[in-house]
């Protein structure tokens, strides 16, 4: 069946450092991609997208890279801030099927020490 | 401008009962799209609504069921709930016009579901 990313990790890193979550996806048709934070009893976020003809997108402090060859997905936060603490989780959108299909990852949880 | 509701926040159910679940999408967003969330198997979508027709459907049983009114308003049902049925119901609303891929999805802060 389809999936997205792969059992979920746990990510410690200091306030200051850089984060770098990974996400692996199985649909090499799939076109368009997001990334989401999802906080304790919250919804999801959108933090960012990226379609599938491009490489790298970059937001506010946030860049997510697409690797296409190896299927792969990257979400990197600069100077991660402790409100920064969440769990994170990549996307894609069904593109075979009609709109609005999001296939979910299993989520990283990022935990960030002050 | 006011953000996906979901109402109620908190439900327990019984096995076997039914249960109905409340959306009320961005206004102007005719898009609506249910997830279920649990700590097993992660975000899993349910179906999605627009302009009162089911456009695309996951891998849920019948028990499942949706249904969206003329001001974009969803609702989604559940019957004849199983204790595996425990989770976070999630409700998402977009512009969802055309085949724009990147529009953005605005989620609510969802319905506990616990069934008991």
């Known amino acids: 069946g389809e999936s997205v990313g792969l059992h979920l990790p746990t990510l410690s890193v200091q306030e200051g450092d850089n984060s770098i979550i990974n996400c692996a996806y199985s649909?090499?048709?799939?076109?368009?991609f997001i990334w989401y934070k999802q906080e304790s009893g919250k919804g999801p976020q959108f933090i960012i997208d990226?379609?599938?003809?491009?490489d790298k997108r970059q937001g506010q402090r946030v860049t997510v890279l697409l690797n296409k060859t190896v299927k792969h997905l990257s979400l990197q936060i600069a100077a991660t801030q402790p409100g920064d603490s969440a769990v994170y989780f990549c996307?894609?959108?069904?593109?075979?099927?009609?709109?609005?299909?999001?296939?979910f990852g299993p989520g990283t949880s990022l935990s960030v020490i002050p | 401008k006011a953000g996906v509701t979901q109402t109620p926040r908190y439900l327990i159910k019984t096995r076997g009962q039914q249960v109905t679940l409340s959306c009320s999408p961005i206004s102007g967003h005719r898009s609506v799209s249910w997830y279920q969330q649990t700590p097993g198997q992660g975000l899993q979508f349910l179906f999605e609504?627009?302009?009162?027709?089911?456009?695309n459907k996951g891998n849920f049983p019948g028990r499942f069921s949706g249904r969206q009114f003329s001001n974009s308003r969803s609702e989604m049902n559940v019957s004849t709930l199983e204790l595996g049925d425990s989770a976070l119901y999630l409700c998402a609303s977009n512009q969802g016009g055309g085949v724009d891929l990147g529009t953005e999805a605005f989620f609510g802060q969802g319905t506990r579901l616990t069934v008991v």
């Open positions: 996307a894609e959108k069904g593109v075979e099927t009609s709109y609005d299909k999001v296939i």
């Open positions: 990226i379609r599938s003809n491009m």
């Open positions: 649909n090499s048709a799939s076109d368009y």
């Open positions: 609504y627009f302009s009162e027709t089911q456009r």
